[in-house]
C-alpha cells in the first residue's frame, strides 16, 4: 500500500522510524523486518524497510553545505541516490562539520541560529540534488503552513513530503488538509505522540493512555496503538513508527488488514488537544522557534 508523490514516484503508507535508536538497536530492528517478511506483509515491510534505508535528513548544521551532506551521507549508506532527502528543520544553525548531527548553542545556552542563510537558498541546493540524480524526491519536516507556503512559492521542484509530528492529540488538521490540496504527502514522524519514550524524555501525555481510543480499541479488538496507526494512514498520511520489538513491528504491520469507520473516525477527532510531544525547542535549545 502506498501513496504516489507530487513527481509520479510512490511512497509506502508505513514506515520504521529510528530516530534516537542506538545503533545495535537499529541493526536489530532491520534484521528483524526481514524476518516479518516472511509472515504476511511481505510487499510492506520491503517497501518500509527501503524508505527506512534510502532516505536521508539535511541536518540544521548543513543548510550551506547540502551537497557535501547528500554525498556523505550516500557514503555512509553505500547508495548511489536517495529515494527521498529532507530537510530535517527550518533553521540553519551554525555548521560543525558534515555528517555532525548537534545543535551548537551559543554563550548563553541559546540555540546557535545563522543568519546568513534563507530557507529558499537552501531548497535551491535540496533541488539541485534532484538534477545531478543525487537524490529522486525531496522534501520539508516540520514546517507549518506559512513556511509551506513560502516554499511552494519560490521552488521550482515542489517539496514531495513534508513530514511533521501529527496524531490524534496534535491532528493539526488545518496544516496536513493544506498541504494535501497543494500535492504535498503528510508523514507523521510521531504517528503514537512518542509515546513512552516521549514521556520519559519531554515529561508529555501519551495519547495512548486516551479512555475514548481505548474504547475504540476495545471494539474492535486491536490495540490503541493500531488504531492510531489506522487513524493515521486514513487521513492519507504516511506513519513511521517507532519501536524495536519485534511483536510490536508484526502489530505495526497489521493495520492494513482492517479499517475504521466514518463514525470512529470522527470520534478520534474528538480528542485533538493541540499537544506536542515531542521536538521541545524550549526545554532543549533555550528558545522558543514556534513562539
Known sequence: MAITLNNGFTMPIIGLGVWRME???IKDLILDSIKIADYKNEAEVGEALSEAIESGL???TDHGHVLEACKHSLKKLRLDYLDLYLVHFPVSIRHTGIGA????LDEDGVLDIETNISLETTWHAMEDLVSRGLVRSIGISNYDIFLTRDCLAYSKIKPAVNQIETHPYFQRESLVKFCQKHGICVTAHTPLG???AN???FGTVSCLDDPILKGIAERYKKTVAQIVL???IQRNSVVIPKTSKLERLQENFKVLEFELSKE?????KTVDKNYRTNIQPAKFWGIDLYA
Open 58 to 60: 539535511l541536518w540544521n
Open 264 to 268: 470512529d473516525m470522527d470520534l478520534i
Open 194 to 196: 512518542g509515546a513512552e
Open 230 to 232: 489506522r487513524w493515521g
Open 23 to 25: 545503533k545495535k538497536a
Open 101 to 104: 548531527t548537534g545543535s551548537p
Open 199 to 201: 514521556a520519559k524524555r
